[in-house]
């Protein structure tokens, strides 16, 4: 399986400010995601990131709030944007390879707003 | 789109017992079944995967059954350890350009 790794870990961050999670994979893959984690919640799923296009965002979640970025088969980025205490909680990375629908996840940034 | 419901949402068992989690789908297009298993503070892991045509997939002290008519599967953990303690997430998914939708969870307690 690939190797993920996601900066920052961990973050405590002001109302309003917005924060960018980077996600580094050791390997090419074919789809990733980005997820949010509340606490002892399941993984609802934010949007996916699409190389060389835009994201496809979920129910309930939108751009402007959750631009991510994909400019290669190797990194991804999601921004916090404007971010309230609402948005205090474990955002995760993962990846996909389409042939074998395997997924895994990164370590995941938690977050904590003020 | 499709719906996976997970039980029980908590679980306990004496240390060498075996633990039983069972998920429901609706969703008759689904055909990869994952199990996560996620320790405090960690990330979810892929412990074990069924794909629709397989029934049962075993790999040492864990099993993963499948029964496509009645849209269930279901975990079973033998032998169970303290390490074993963790909350475990069933998914489904309708194939490798769909998403997958994950079950609420259910926090597994291995009494020593």
């Known amino acids: 399986s690939a190797v993920i790794s996601q900066k920052p870990s961990r973050d405590i961050c002001q109302r309003g400010t917005s924060l960018t999670i980077q996600c580094q994979v050791d390997?090419?893959?074919?789809?990733m995601f980005w997820y949010r984690q509340q606490p002892g919640q399941s993984l609802t799923l934010i949007a996916t990131?699409?190389?060389?296009?835009?994201?496809?965002?979920e129910s309930g979640f939108v751009i402007d709030k959750f631009p991510i970025s994909r400019p290669n088969l190797t990194f991804s980025t999601l921004t916090v944007s404007n971010m309230s205490p609402e948005d205090s909680s474990i955002y995760l990375c993962?990846?996909?390879?389409?042939?074998?629908?395997?997924?895994?996840f990164g370590p995941g940034t938690r977050l904590t707003v003020l | 789109g499709e719906n996976v419901e997970q039980h029980p949402s908590t679980l306990s068992v004496q240390e060498g017992d075996s633990a039983v989690i069972k998920c429901t789908y609706s969703?008759?297009?689904?055909?990869?079944f994952p199990w996560y298993k996620q320790e405090l503070g960690k990330r979810p892991q892929l412990i074990i995967d069924?794909?629709?045509?397989?029934g049962e997939k075993k790999d040492q002290r864990i099993a993963v059954t499948l029964n496509k008519t009645a849209k269930h599967f279901s975990l079973h953990i033998t032998e169970t350890q303290p390490e074993d303690s963790a909350v475990y997430f069933c998914?489904?998914?309708?194939?490798?350009?769909?998403?997958?939708?994950f079950g609420t969870g259910t926090s597994l307690t291995v009494i020593p």
């Open positions: 993962s990846t996909r390879q389409r042939v074998h629908n395997e997924q895994f």
């Open positions: 390997s090419q893959v074919t789809m």
């Open positions: 990131a699409n190389q060389g296009s835009e994201a496809t965002y």
């Open positions: 969703d008759s297009a689904s055909n990869y």
């Open positions: 069924i794909r629709s045509n397989v």
């Open positions: 998914a489904a998914s309708a194939g490798s350009s769909n998403q997958f939708y």
